[in-house]
């Protein structure tokens, strides 16, 4: 079976890894089809899809990258055209739903953008075999899911996988017994079944006057090498205290794990530099759902290396769901 595979320049190394993994299989080959992102002089997007006809009849897999609100728009205009090239199936895979923390309204004039980006992407048009799919991967509300209309059909997946396998070959790498650490309780109620066998250990935040501290809810890290996991972080503020207050309990060692390292304004590079005390990450994992964010990271004093950052590729979980 052929599949086309069309995503945004940010997407284009995740789409050839994709499409070169995809090329040793047998059943399925998933072929690059090419996008020319231009603009006009008034910088609207000039849209081109060179030798279209082939897609006619095809199933078609997207590769978006919605990190930057001005980038939505031209990539809207290419999956609302698809359908209408005569494409059989449309993919829509969203790695990161960036709106997913402005999902509630709990004062009067606030918006949830989270919605509205849920409608424009649910008026893809329909495909010669029915609704678009859009995947998304670790959604950070999941009721969302239901913020998307009839004419889509959202599937909600995990890269948690991507952290278990490789704690399994980590485990192999220290000394110290492996410990799961949830931020807060929306982390644990959403991840916890995930990590059977190992010990667990829950945060929370405290307020105290004007302040909110993070303390240890219920668990005991005492002699394990912690790794606290998360779908998101955004300044890093709430999973470095985190950290601080594990290596104050007793943690031997604390690692970290984000599907999403959004991290905008550059505030991953916190976790770069050295902590004076000591209290440092011994490894912090991250996907590759935010391109432009992990490509800072790597690209940042390079002499210097890239500090406790990994990436764990979504490749092969977007192998599994496109096979």
Same mark, same amino acid.
Not at 32 to 49: A, D, G, Q, S, V
């Given at each position: 079976?052929?599949?086309?595979? %069309? ?17 040793? *299989? ?5 072929? @690059? ?9 008034? =910088?609207? @997007? =000039? %849209?081109? $899809? ?55 309204? &709990? +004062?009067?004039? *606030? ?17 010669? =075999? ?7 991967? &670790?959604?950070?509300?999941? @009721? ?10 959202? *599937? ?5 996988? %991507?952290?278990?396998?490789?704690? #399994? ?11 799961? !650490? ?19 250990? $829950? !945060? ?5 006057? =004007?302040?909110? +501290? ?27 205290? !985190? ?42 994992? $991250? ?6 964010? #992990? ?8 002499? *210097? ?19």
């Amino acid at each position: 079976m052929i599949k086309y595979l %069309l995503a945004y320049r940010e997407m284009g190394e995740l789409a050839k890894a994709l499409g070169e993994s995809m090329a040793t *299989q047998d059943s399925t080959t998933l072929v @690059p089809k090419h996008i020319e992102w231009n603009r006009f002089e008034n =910088n609207y @997007p =000039n %849209l081109f $899809i060179p030798k279209v006809e082939e897609i006619d009849g095809s199933d078609v897999v997207f590769l978006a990258n919605l990190e930057k609100p001005e980038t939505i728009f031209e990539q809207l205009a290419i999956i609302h055209a698809l359908p209408r090239y005569g494409v059989r199936s449309l993919t829509i895979v969203l790695p990161y739903f960036p709106t997913g923390t402005m999902e509630r309204v &709990d +004062n009067e004039g *606030q918006v949830a953008t989270a919605m509205t980006l849920a409608r424009l992407l649910s008026a893809t048009p329909l495909t010669m =075999n029915g609704p678009a799919r859009i995947v998304i991967f &670790d959604i950070h509300a999941l @009721p969302e899911r239901f913020y998307f209309g009839d004419a889509v059909i959202p *599937q909600l997946v995990s890269a948690i996988p %991507l952290l278990k396998s490789r704690l #399994v070959k980590f485990a192999e790498e220290t000394d110290d017994p492996l410990a799961i !650490c949830f931020p807060d309780e929306g982390a644990r109620k959403r991840f916890g079944n995930m990590f059977p066998g190992y010990p667990q250990i $829950i !945060c929370d935040k405290i307020r105290d006057g =004007n302040s909110r +501290n993070v303390v240890i809810k219920e668990g005991d890290p005492r002699g394990y090498h912690v790794v606290i996991v998360d779908d998101l972080v955004i300044s890093g503020g709430t999973t470095n205290e !985190c950290k601080k207050v594990l290596f104050a309990n007793g943690a031997a060692a604390v690692s970290a794990y984000v599907t999403h390292p959004a991290f905008p304004q550059k505030s991953w590079k916190r976790f770069i530099e050295r902590d004076p005390e000591g209290l440092n990450f011994s490894n912090f994992w $991250i996907t590759d759902s935010c391109p432009n964010t #992990v490509s800072e990271i790597f690209s940042y004093n390079k002499h *210097q290396g890239h500090g406790p950052f990994e990436v764990l590729s979504l490749v092969d979980p977007l192998l599994e769901m496109l096979s």
